[in-house]
Structures are given as C-alpha cells and as structure tokens.
C-alpha cells in the first residue's frame, strides 16, 4: 500500500506539529515530517459533509438516502494520497482547538465557511501510517462544494444506504472509514 508520496509539497513537510499523549494533550513539537517518519500521535478533526433528503424531518439522524460528500485526495498528499476520503479534515495546528481546526481545514479543503458544525463525537485511530486522537464533526446541508487548496481533486455523492457497496470499490482512507462511518451509521440507525 503506497502512503506516502516523495513530492509531498515541502512547505507542509516542514509545519509544526503537535505531538500528543494518550490524553490528546500536547508534549512536544515537531515537523509534519518527523511526525509522519516515526508515525507519532497527533490531533486531527474529520468533518462529514451530508446533502440532506429533501424529505422534511424533526429528527437530528440521518436517512439512508441523504448523501454523504467524498473527495479523492491529491497525488502529492503525505498520507494516503490519491485515495478517497469520507471527511473533510486534517491535523490541528499548533494550539488551535478542535472546533477551529475543522472550520479552517473544511474552508480550505472544501470551499465552505460559516456552518455550524455538530460534533458527533471522539475517537482514536492506531495505524500503520497515522495515530491520531480525532474529533469527528458533521456539517449538514446543500452548501456548494468547491476545493480550494488542491487537497481534493475529485468529489462525488454517495447515498449513505449505499455507502457499503461504495467503499468495496474504491482504495478509502482507513482512518476515515474507522472514525466516520460508526458516527454516521449511529445517526442512521437512530432514526429507526
């Protein structure tokens, strides 16, 4: 599985980053890179992009025929590149909460500004190529989605009903598919 990609942009390589301990509490600095060399715990926010059913509803769930917003990530990303998200998001910066970390990537990565986002919950992701303490967001609505930072290359529309099948097919970033999708398919069985 390639993960990494040599022509990661070289300004992000060398970002601060926080590393973390088990508490999601910052110990130490240091670069995107050394972070991603020795694969150290870090912060991260995901948000969910839904297209609500046109159905009007009472409830906060979700249906399984509202759409849930994906992206192909770019070829020169640091992690999982060219593969398919179901979140917009990324690392915290240094000191930035959670909440401002996901209005800024969700800004940067998909062109959208000024929601409420809905914190769905936490969770912790232990992989071969990533370790993260996440918070995991939902941003609902018929908002226009428009990349604005090269991030995204590609974004499409999955019915959530469908998003089992859709995930069979495609190379999805395992953390997306660990943190988000519990989230989602909760608030889909929620509606009974």
């Known amino acids: 599985?390639?993960?990494?990609?040599?022509?990661?942009d070289p300004q992000?390589?060398?970002?601060?980053?926080?590393?973390?301990d088990e508490n999601a509490?910052?110990?130490?600095?240091?670069?995107?890179?050394?972070?991603?060399?020795?694969?150290?715990?870090?912060?991260?926010?995901?948000v969910a992009?839904?297209?609500?059913?046109?159905?009007?509803?009472?409830?906060?769930?979700?249906?399984?025929?509202?759409?849930?917003?994906?992206?192909q990530r770019a070829s020169w990303k640091d992690l999982f590149p060219s593969y398919w998200d179901l979140a917009f998001g990324g690392v915290c910066g240094v000191g930035e909460d959670w909440g401002?970390?996901?209005?800024?990537?969700?800004?940067?990565?998909?062109?959208?500004?000024g929601?409420?986002?809905?914190?769905l919950g936490r969770g912790t992701y232990d992989g071969d190529h990533s370790r993260c303490h996440a918070q995991i967001y939902l941003a609902a609505g018929s908002m226009a989605i428009e990349p604005q930072d090269?991030?995204?290359?590609?974004?499409?529309e999955v019915v959530l009903g469908l998003l089992t099948t859709w995930v069979e097919s495609r190379s999805v970033c395992p953390d997306s598919l660990?943190?988000?999708?519990?989230?989602?398919?909760?608030?889909?069985?929620?509606?009974?």
């Open 150 to 156: 090269g991030e995204a290359v590609a974004v499409e």
């Open 25 to 46: 509490l910052p110990i130490r600095l240091v670069t995107r890179a050394e972070m991603r060399a020795q694969n150290l715990w870090h912060r991260s926010t995901f």
């Open 1 to 8: 599985m390639n993960t990494t990609d040599a022509g990661a």
């Open 178 to 192: 660990a943190l988000v999708v519990p989230h989602l398919a909760a608030l889909v069985d929620s509606v009974g």
């Open 100 to 113: 401002t970390a996901a209005e800024r990537e969700l800004s940067e990565e998909a062109g959208v500004s």
């Open 49 to 71: 992009v839904v297209r609500p059913d046109p159905d009007p509803r009472d409830d906060q769930g979700l249906r399984p025929t509202d759409r849930l917003v994906v992206h």
């Open 12 to 20: 992000a390589a060398a970002e601060l980053v926080e590393v973390v």
């Open 115 to 119: 929601l409420d986002l809905r914190l």
